[in-house]
């Protein structure tokens, strides 16, 4: 069960690299219609005009960016969100052991800007963004949300002043996706001479392959999401019929992205033993350059952070992986224990 993944830096030019004379030919030249239509369809999904979209190198990049433009002030942070955002945290809020935001005390948590994903790219936990929004505005605050995992799948919330993508959440190209609503005081948090902050900061040919890119993942995931949601509930019914497996979320998390925990194991160890079985699974922190470094989204839901594994599973993915899965998770889990 193979993530999305990106399939070339921002910035860089099509085509192979050309010698001085000859060579290979340079890519055509790309007309406006083709960035405005792409970057429309995106507008679309997120219900935001185009021109609230801005466009950066990397997904990593635009959550930096998106909160670190709102004004300075304090900053509260969902304890479970990227390294990148826990790093401009005043303030870390708690979660509940399934991953959700647990009710905001606007007295005792005295910021005026707040950052909550949407879902968590770990776990598959949905937060309620809309509800929260209402609240903070309510206090003169504004929310940055990171929306990456439930674009193309759920219907995206409202309320939110800022919002950071990475579109290889949906299997779209090393992306930075930024939407900066126009009545929040957001300015470029780079230094510059320059307060302008241009909205197109990355290979256009990038936008245009993000966009269908995101229309086919949602067309998969509107096919599909009934049948991935019927393995999710079988796998936790499996892993709660097994010894010593503790599952993250809970079974009302977006279906596709499932994380367990299993004691006695290493998780390094399940990773190869998967491999063997022809899945590709991950584990430690999902949003760590070193992917098997302790989970912090784990650890803050009080969860193993050891022996777990992370399935990212592809809408499409045929039910006879999914089955198979299904019926080697005992032995695999079985055998690193063993071993």
């Given at each position: 069960?193979?993530?999305?993944?990106?399939?070339?830096?921002?910035?860089?030019?099509?085509?192979?690299?050309?010698?001085?004379?000859?060579?290979?030919?340079?890519?055509?030249?790309?007309?406006?219609?083709?960035?405005?239509?792409?970057?429309?369809?995106?507008?679309?999904?997120?219900?935001?005009?185009?021109?609230?979209?801005?466009?950066?190198?990397?997904?990593?990049?635009?959550?930096?960016?998106?909160?670190?433009?709102?004004?300075?002030?304090?900053?509260?942070?969902?304890?479970?969100?990227?390294?990148?955002?826990?790093?401009?945290?005043?303030?870390?809020?708690?979660?509940?052991?399934?991953?959700?935001?647990?009710?905001?005390?606007?007295?005792?948590?005295?910021?005026?800007?707040?950052?909550?994903?949407?879902?968590?790219?770990?776990?598959?936990?949905?937060?309620?963004?809309?509800?929260?929004?209402?609240?903070?505005?309510?206090?003169?605050?504004?929310?940055?949300?990171?929306?990456?995992?439930?674009?193309?799948?759920?219907?995206?919330?409202?309320?939110?002043?800022?919002?950071?993508?990475?579109?290889?959440?949906?299997?779209?190209?090393?992306?930075?996706?930024?939407?900066?609503?126009?009545?929040?005081?957001?300015?470029?948090?780079?230094?510059?001479?320059?307060?302008?902050?241009?909205?197109?900061?990355?290979?256009?040919?990038?936008?245009?392959?993000?966009?269908?890119?995101?229309?086919?993942?949602?067309?998969?995931?509107?096919?599909?999401?009934?049948?991935?949601?019927?393995?999710?509930?079988?796998?936790?019914?499996?892993?709660?019929?097994?010894?010593?497996?503790?599952?993250?979320?809970?079974?009302?998390?977006i279906p596709h992205i499932i994380t367990f925990?299993?004691?006695?194991?290493?998780?390094?160890?399940?990773?190869?033993?998967?491999?063997?079985?022809?899945?590709?699974?991950?584990?430690?922190?999902?949003?760590?350059?070193?992917?098997?470094?302790?989970?912090?989204?784990?650890?803050?839901?009080?969860?193993?952070?050891?022996?777990?594994?992370?399935?990212?599973?592809?809408?499409?993915?045929?039910?006879?992986?999914?089955?198979?899965?299904?019926?080697?998770?005992?032995?695999?889990?079985?055998?690193?224990?063993?071993?």
């Amino acid at each position: 069960m193979n993530g999305p993944s990106g399939r070339r830096l921002a910035g860089a030019v099509a085509g192979s690299p050309g010698g001085f004379a000859g060579g290979s030919q340079p890519p055509e030249p790309l007309r406006l219609e083709e960035v405005a239509e792409a970057s429309a369809l995106i507008a679309t999904h997120l219900g935001i005009p185009a021109d609230q979209l801005y466009f950066v190198g990397d997904g990593r990049l635009a959550h930096t960016l998106a909160f670190a433009g709102l004004p300075a002030s304090p900053r509260a942070v969902s304890s479970i969100e990227r390294a990148e955002i826990l790093a401009q945290a005043t303030l870390t809020l708690p979660v509940s052991p399934s991953g959700h935001l647990l009710p905001l005390d606007l007295t005792r948590d005295p910021a005026s800007n707040f950052s909550v994903g949407w879902v968590n790219g770990e776990i598959g936990t949905i937060q309620e963004i809309s509800a929260l929004a209402e609240e903070i505005h309510e206090g003169g605050g504004y929310l940055h949300s990171d929306l990456s995992f439930g674009l193309g799948s759920l219907p995206v919330p409202t309320g939110w002043d800022v919002a950071s993508i990475d579109a290889r959440a949906f299997g779209g190209p090393t992306l930075g996706i930024m939407a900066i609503k126009s009545r929040t005081r957001w300015s470029n948090p780079l230094p510059t001479l320059s307060p302008q902050f241009d909205h197109i900061q990355a290979d256009e040919r990038l936008i245009i392959e993000a966009a269908s890119a995101l229309a086919g993942y949602t067309e998969k995931a509107k096919e599909n999401s009934a049948r991935i949601e019927h393995f999710n509930t079988t796998l936790r019914s499996r892993c709660a019929q097994l010894a010593h497996i503790d599952v993250a979320g809970d079974s009302t998390g977006i279906p596709h992205i499932i994380t367990f925990s299993v004691l006695y194991a290493q998780g390094e160890e399940l990773v190869r033993a998967f491999a063997v079985e022809g899945f590709h699974v991950a584990s430690g922190s999902a949003c760590m350059s070193a992917n098997l470094e302790p989970s912090h989204v784990l650890s803050a839901t009080g969860k193993l952070t050891h022996g777990n594994v992370r399935l990212t599973i592809p809408y499409d993915e045929p039910d006879t992986s999914l089955n198979h899965f299904l019926e080697v998770l005992p032995q695999v889990i079985e055998g690193v224990r063993q071993s």
